[in-house]
């Protein structure tokens, strides 16, 4: 049996080839769809793991920090741990600006761990050798080679060191902001002074041993790491103990799943499940019909139900032989090729990393498994029909066709739409499937086409810059610094030097407090303070209220807030919300010394003010103090939603928060600032730019800031406005991809439909022909029965897609702060335009290829 | 000794004012390795007679004893397991399997059954329909007279107890409906079958050991 | 009888167990510790040999179950009951060689059947033929007692003598047909089929009959083509058509025609052979080929009913068919059709 069945396989395999071509197509398209999307989502979850793991500047499983030397050997002996390295941190170096750099002393295992193995040159052996980053070097002034000398400033144990080095190899940062440099084992010997371990008493990490671990298994791995810093006689969970030892995963490398991710990929997979087995169900679904009179000799000859089942199961699985191979193979590399692109535009730390995939055979199992559970769903029911069918009825199986042929009586050509109608009745269900899969076509482009019409890119814009270019020194840019101290500020000189640039205009310096401007303090109603504590970097106290909002305080243990000082053209580009909402008559009083304007953070989805941050509503009286008296009570008259840029810098907010805390913002006009602050500085200088000036501006500041002034750096609203429009890009591109392949599958199913019926039908066809009816008459009926597919499906489409809009898609962006809900229905209208222009094409297509002949030969073959 | 028994048999297709009376109360025994004619005008019920008795049909009314078992005893699967093994099928328009050469064709059936073919049987029997030559071709390329031989070389491999003949010559002209009536004929005489044969040729008919006349769904006498 | 589908059900399980474990271990090999792996390949080995006992013990099972079964059919046959079950189409072995125990049991039953109708026949037969015999040995008795006792004339005893050649030559004839009739009966004789020239097979059963012709003044036309070769046993051929040709001359009147035409088909060649005689009705046409059957309107003919019946049998061993058309009061015609290999 099973022989013969397989003999039947392989030669009505051969013999059905446009069908098996079909079959073969659909099963291919869904394993490049799954396996795109599982190379894609692999690819992501690798590329943006390595990414992270760059960033955080380790591959390894967890890390120990705060060990002794006798406690790392003890760690080095863990049966848990496979592989651990040694890193010794020294400081960060003291001479650098924009980059900063960790110096500390490797072995090469944590070189391997920590991404600072060098690529050019090699690993660090004498005690004056380092290896460190490209940008790091150049940092410190010298070019990126083997055999460079360099010059290191760094304290530790409150003694600083300035020594000279050697560079015996260099690599390629991950970070603009941040790298490793490293020396040596040697260099340890030869200092020991550095490496005391004083860790238990002054809390110096020079001298401390740390490691990065690679772990057997990652099971419990928390747990085992936290049991063995006990075991060496460590404290892990009190920071404050002497013998604090800190024990960590690195959750960058055993990310926890999100459940809402799974959640998303599961419905994405759902729903692609659901479109490929629509494809697959109707391609069986015809092709068992096709042959149905054949199941029924089979069965009258004495086949069973189940040897039925079988041989077409055995036919399902001979074209997924064939189908899903390709699709893999395709879906692969289709899959790679799109994923530099959605890594480019996830977000901008992404795209300095070389997003690449390894064919893991995860990925084609999972796709082929996913692929064989569709082909299995989708044939179930087909397989079924055909295993059931009476033999007898088998022979005269034509498809039913609804009501009664009343109409070939009536005149041809006025009814000629309504036969077209009717046949659709023939099979409810392929009508209804092929109408749904156009219609998710239609849905899912009308949803992405309004997402990415929602995205806001001014908004984004508007948010990290008001206007076309800032500068500020290089500290205030870097998101782990900021504009904290008064040497961070922008030299007056600067300004001058920019603003004389032709076509500047609008320029307005913005002075900002510092955490040294300790003297000037505030109060308001309401503020009750705790005690606090000291912070270390700042020297600042830093008290909470109730809410466990903190504020930098001053002198006289008030807060000391994040007071800016400006012109009026800035207040005029404000946000102004309450209170006096006329920037020139609110910049008129303040500069009379009449009030002071109050900032709050703005909630970025729908740009309302943050109540949990609005603490001095407008008529307030705020009370200035001056190294403990008060100076000067200034009423609040108005308030403004204050957005990135109003608070630093839009793509960072170090500063204020390093500052002020949670304190109020508090704008100043110039002359008031100035009166107040005994030192006031400028952090940052905004301005326009005329239009045709703006490449200009742009090419000197990107020369000024890369080789005239290094401690300076700028951002304009151009950047911010590509980077904004990668998301968009991203959007389009996945969004247009997932569409199309539902349209290509709903389309692909049409074809499907119409060479079915043009081959099934031959007869019927010839017979209307043989009657009268024109051979253009029949194409118009076909047209007619194709476009009412589109048609429905356009209707559909169009009114779910306007449903969906409104609520779940508007609900979806309006979470999200990049976005301003835009209702669309354009992309809808325009892809079932095109709908209907393929369904009409189509049938015109299918005939011309399938209905060749004369009447006579039509009715022949058909018999 | 019978062996097709019927009784009071009815079949009615659809319901209500629309009942189609395909069978009205036929009685009637065909004897052990007989050669019977079946002759009727088209619609007369014929055809339902003969696939009732292939258990292609459930009877509305009646018992039907084929071999010693009530047809309507068995499951569906059984009487696609009786069809196997005690029917033999011949129709007007041959229906084979495209896909199949000839000899894959013939051995078919036993295929189902995972039989092993008795090849003395299956070299006798194409020799005799002059298939032996034949046997690694397609359907389509044998005449229509090739390809009912090899439809009744396929219902005569199963050695089964009835071969049920719907008009197997109903496509031919005069002359090859008389060979290959006679080759059916023979066959089963010479395997001991007994052959029940649609036909509305009276001549073919007179081949038959006995024919029986439907009209409206009864046998007239 | 016992059914094994259910049991099925473990190997089953067991086999896809078994499959998972082994996927899952290759799978999870590098990021399982050495005891997983170990663990996993244990249970797997466990297992695989549960399913190896477990199928062969179900194998076993199967085949004793199998063996029972076909026993307690062939139980019930011996002692001429039906089987138990008469569940004989299912889908399993057993009810595969239960039917064809049937089968073959039904042959020999009808082979029973056949042997004791034969029996009953060959006694009707038997007194069928002291029947026959009794008239010509009491006359050949009479006769030669005749010639012992008397005296007679050259004259008279020649006449004598000739009526007695003539009973002996009936006797003879009788004893032709029973030797073969026997001969074909007991498959004793064998056919050597070879292409022949039809034509002389026509020619030598013709000539048989020529003579008897001649006195009834029947005419006795051939139409057939001489090269017409045919694969067939000559010698047993030329019977056959020579006792249906017999047959028609017995039957057809004086004066009449007898016709053989010989028609090449695609896979026969047709002899037809037509008489004028006063045909036979057609709820006879099968009583024709009967043993020892002999039309009413024919018990005033001389012979014994074996002709058309030997002619059938020649016929059909040589898997060719014999039918027969007729009208009463016109004539009949029996065409032969002789396959051609």
Not at chain 1, 114 to 136: D, L, M, R
Not at chain 1, 417 to 441: D, P, Q, Y
Not at chain 1, 612 to 639: F, N, S, W
Not at chain 3, 49 to 72: K, M, P, T, Y
Request: charged share 20%.
């Amino acid at each position: 049996m099973g022989e013969m069945l397989k003999t039947l396989t392989r030669r009505s395999f051969a013999a059905g080839r446009v069908r098996n071509l079909i079959a073969v197509l659909a099963i291919t398209l869904t394993a490049v769809l799954f396996t795109s999307i599982t190379t894609i989502g692999i690819g992501t979850e690798e590329s943006m793991t390595l990414t992270m793991q760059m960033q955080k500047g380790s591959k390894s499983d967890g890390d120990f920090r705060n060990m002794t030397a006798k406690q790392f050997e003890m760690l080095k002996e863990a049966d848990f741990i496979e592989l651990a390295g040694l890193r010794m941190p020294v400081n960060f170096l003291s001479n650098t600006n924009r980059h900063n750099i960790e110096f500390d002393v490797l072995d090469d295992v944590q070189a391997e761990l920590t991404f600072c193995s060098p690529t050019h040159g090699k690993a660090p052996v004498a005690y004056n050798e380092i290896v460190a980053s490209e940008q790091a070097l150049r940092e410190l002034g010298a070019l990126p080679e083997v055999g460079a000398e360099v010059t290191i400033e760094f304290t530790a144990h409150n003694r600083e060191y300035r020594l000279p080095m050697v560079v015996s190899g260099w690599y390629e940062s991950t970070s603009d902001q941040l790298s490793m440099m490293w020396a040596g084992i040697a260099f340890r010997d030869a200092h020991p002074d550095i490496f005391q371990f004083t860790y238990d008493q002054d809390r110096d990490m020079a001298g401390t041993y740390c490691s990065d671990i690679i772990a057997v298994t990652a099971s419990g791995l928390s747990k085992k790491m936290e049991q063995e810093a006990i075991h060496m006689g460590g404290n892990p969970h009190d920071m404050e103990a002497e013998n604090y030892i800190a024990a960590t995963v690195n959750f960058v490398t055993n990310m926890p799943l999100e459940p809402e991710i799974a959640v998303m990929a599961a419905l994405l997979a759902l729903l692609f499940v659901f479109c490929c087995y629509l494809l697959i169900y109707n391609v069986f679904d015809i092709a068992v019909m096709q042959e149905i009179r054949r199941y029924g000799l089979y069965r009258t000859i004495g086949m069973s139900k189940r040897q039925v089942r079988k041989l077409i199961n055995r036919q399902a699985v001979w074209l997924s032989g064939i189908g899903i191979p390709i699709g893999l193979f395709i879906g692969f590399f289709i899959g790679r090729a799109a994923l530099p692109v959605i890594m480019a535009s996830l977000s901008e730390e992404y795209a300095n990393v070389a997003a690449d995939v390894s064919p893991s055979p995860v990925i084609f199992l999972g796709a082929a498994l996913l692929t064989a559970i569709t082909v299995f769903l989708s044939t179930r029911k087909p397989v079924r029909v055909a295993a059931n069918i009476s033999p007898i009825e088998a022979f005269r199986y034509v498809e039913n066709s609804s009501g009664k042929r009343r109409e070939r009586k009536s005149s041809l050509g006025a009814d000629i739409s309504r036969l077209a109608l009717s046949n659709l009745g023939r099979n409810k269900r392929r009508t209804v499937f092929i109408i749904i899969s156009l219609t998710l076509c239609v849905v899912l482009l009308n949803c992405v086409g309004t997402a990415a019409g929602s995205l806001d890119i001014e908004k984004q814009v508007a948010f990290k810059i008001r206007t076309d270019f800032a500068v500020t020194s290089a500290a205030s840019m870097n998101g782990m610094k900021g504009f904290v101290h008064r040497e961070d500020a922008l030299d007056e000189q600067v300004i001058g030097t920019v603003s004389a640039q032709p076509g500047v205009k609008d320029g307005s310096p913005i002075y900002k407090n510092t955490v040294e401007d300790t003297d000037v303090t505030y109060e308001w109603e309401h503020l009750v303070l705790d005690e606090g504590i000291v912070d270390k970097d700042s020297g600042l106290n830093i008290r909470f209220d109730e809410n466990y909002m903190y504020f930098g305080t001053g002198d006289d243990r008030r807060p000391i807030c994040n007071v800016y000082g400006m012109e009026e053209s800035v207040v005029a580009r404000m946000d102004l919300r309450e209170g006096e909402t006329d920037a020139h008559a609110l910049y008129e009083k303040m500069a009379q010394g009449k009030g002071v304007m109050v900032g709050v953070d703005v909630n970025r989805v729908d740009m309302s003010i943050n109540a949990d941050l609005d603490m001095a509503d407008v008529g307030e009286i705020i009370t200035v103090y001056k190294d403990g008296k008060p100076e000067r009570e200034l009423p609040v008259l108005a308030k403004a939603a204050v957005n990135g840029d109003d608070q630093e810098i839009g793509i960072t907010c170090n500063g204020p928060l390093e500052v002020g805390g949670n304190g109020l913002y508090l704008y100043l006009p110039t002359n008031i600032y100035k009166e107040l602050y005994e030192e006031p500085v400028i952090y940052k200088y905004a301005f326009n730019v005329e239009e045709s000036q703006r490449e200009n501006v742009t090419a000197f500041l990107e020369d000024y800031v890369n080789n005239v002034n290094p401690e300076v750096n700028y951002l304009s609203s151009q950047t911010a406005r590509e980077d904004a429009e990668k998301t968009r890009k991203t959007i389009n591109f996945v969004g247009g991809l997932v569409g199309m392949i539902f349209g290509f599958a709903g389309v692909l199913n049409l074809i499907n439909t119409m060479v079915t019926t043009i081959l099934i039908r031959r007869h019927e066809f010839a017979t209307m022909q043989s009657i009268g009816m024109t051979r253009k008459q029949l194409t118009r009926m076909m047209i007619f029965e194709s476009v009412y597919y589109a048609l429905g499906a356009s209707f559909l489409g169009v009114v779910s897609a306007a449903l969906l809009g409104v609520t779940i898609i508007r609900n979806m962006l309006g979470s999200m702060w990049q976005y301003t809900f835009h209702f669309t229905l354009a992309p809808a209208v325009c892809v079932s335009v095109i709908l209907l222009i393929v369904s009409a094409v189509v049938p015109v297509a299918a005939l011309w290829l399938f209905h060749k002949g004369s009447i006579v030969e039509q009715l022949r073959v058909a018999e | 000794m019978d062996i097709v028994t019927i009784h009071n048999l009815k079949k009615y297709f659809g319901k209500g004012a629309c009942t189609v009376k395909a069978i009205d109360g036929i009685n009637l025994s065909i004897e052990k390795g007989k050669f019977t004619a079946i002759i009727g005008a088209s619609g007369s019920g014929k055809t339902t007679l003969m696939n009732i008795i292939g258990g292609l049909y459930e009877p509305t009314e009646g018992t039907v004893i084929v071999d010693g078992v009530n047809l309507s005893e068995l499951t569906e699967e059984e009487l696609t397991v009786f069809r196997r093994r005690k029917v033999g099928f011949i129709f007007q328009d041959y229906n084979l399997v495209p896909e199949l050469t000839i000899k894959e064709n013939i051995l078919f059936p036993l295929k189902l059954d995972d039989s092993r073919p008795d090849k003395v049987f299956f070299e006798e029997i194409t020799r005799v329909l002059g298939l032996q030559d034949k046997l690694a071709r397609y359907p389509y390329m044998l005449s229509g007279g090739g390809q009912q031989r090899t439809a009744i070389a396929r219902a005569l491999i199963t050695k089964p107890a009835i071969i049920l003949a719907d008009e197997p010559t109903g496509s031919f002209d005069a002359k090859t409906s008389q060979n290959v009536a006679g080759l059916l004929k023979m066959a089963a005489e010479a395997y001991h079958q007994t052959l029940i044969m649609i036909t509305h040729n009276l001549e073919l008919a007179q081949l038959a050991d006995r024919v029986v006349r439907i009209q409206d769904g009864r046998i007239r006498r | 009888m016992k059914r094994l589908h259910i049991r099925c059900l473990p190997v089953n399980i067991l086999l896809s167990m078994t499959a998972v474990l082994l996927v899952l271990a290759g799978l999870m090999w590098s990021y399982l510790p050495p005891a997983g792996i170990r663990i996993l390949l244990i249970v797997t080995g466990i297992a695989v040999f549960l399913f190896v006992s477990l199928w062969n013990w179900q194998q076993r099972r199967r085949q004793s179950d199998f063996a029972n079964d076909i026993c307690e059919t062939v139980d019930a046959f011996m002692d001429g009951r039906e089987p138990l079950n008469n569940r004989i189409y299912e889908e399993t072995q057993t009810s595969k060689v239960q039917g064809k125990l049937m089968q073959f049991y039904d042959c020999m039953q009808e082979d029973r059947r056949q042997s004791e109708q034969d029996k009953q026949v060959i006694q009707e037969l038997v007194s069928d033929i002291s029947h026959q015999v009794k008239t010509p040995i009491a006359n050949i008795q009479m006769f030669t007692s005749i010639l012992q006792q008397h005296h007679l004339s050259d004259e008279k005893r020649a006449e004598f003598l000739t009526t007695m050649s003539v009973q002996i030559h009936k006797l003879d004839f009788l004893m032709q047909s029973l030797i073969k009739m026997s001969r074909l009966e007991t498959g004793t004789f064998s056919l050597h089929m070879e292409s022949n020239s039809l034509y002389d097979t026509i020619a030598q059963a013709v000539n048989g009959i020529w003579a008897k012709a001649g006195q009834k003044k029947i005419q006795i036309t051939v139409d057939c083509d001489s090269r017409t070769a045919v694969k067939h046993d000559a010698k047993w051929t030329a019977e056959a058509l020579g006792n249906i040709l017999d047959n028609a001359v017995k039957y057809t009147p004086e004066g009449g025609t007898v016709s053989v035409s010989v028609r090449p088909w695609q896979f026969y060649t047709r002899i037809d052979i037509s008489d004028t005689g006063p045909g036979i009705e057609e709820k006879h046409y099968n009583d024709v080929f009967q043993r020892f059957y002999r039309g009413q309107e024919a018990a005033s003919m001389e012979g014994v009913g074996l002709g058309l019946y030997l002619a059938r049998s020649i016929i059909v061993r040589q898997k060719g068919y014999i039918s027969v058309k007729s009208k009463i009061g016109k004539g009949t015609t029996f065409s032969v059709f002789l396959l051609d290999y």
